[in-house]
């Protein structure tokens, strides 16, 4: 199963149905749109080298499954993933998650769609380079 998404104006929604609520022990989670950094795709190698390894709660069968929260702190990211090799990560600012990893259908198209619907980020005013 793939995770539903919705991307608006205000944020992005990921939405886990059926065993997946189990696994991730959550029907999913709303980002605003004001903690997005961005999003990008990644190899599933790359993104479980850079997680910790640490599920709490969460479950892992390495290679089919990687479900749950991982770390703690500022490291702590949400993961719903079967046995994809290409990944959404959705980067965050602030708690509880920092990064969210999923799979999706289309992670480059969803990644594009994401970045495009951040408000812009230039230097705040009064600035001078």
Not at 7 to 35: K, N
Not at 46 to 72: E, Q, T
């Amino acid at each position: 199963m793939t995770v539903q998404t919705r991307v608006t104006e205000h944020g992005v929604l990921l939405r886990f149905t059926g065993r997946d609520r189990v696994y991730a022990c959550r029907g999913g989670v709303f980002l605003p749109i004001d903690r997005v950094l961005g999003a990008r795709t990644l190899g599933r190698r790359d993104a479980v080298a850079a997680s910790p390894r640490v599920h709490l709660p969460g479950i892992s069968v390495p290679g089919m499954l990687r479900a749950g929260a991982y770390g703690v702190g500022e490291r702590r990211q949400l993961w719903m993933v079967h046995a994809a090799t290409t990944l959404l990560a959705i980067y965050l600012r602030g708690v509880p998650f920092h990064r969210v990893v999923v799979e999706v259908d289309d992670p480059e198209g969803l990644s594009r769609i994401i970045n495009a619907a951040l408000p812009p980020r230039g230097l705040p005013s009064g600035s001078r380079r």
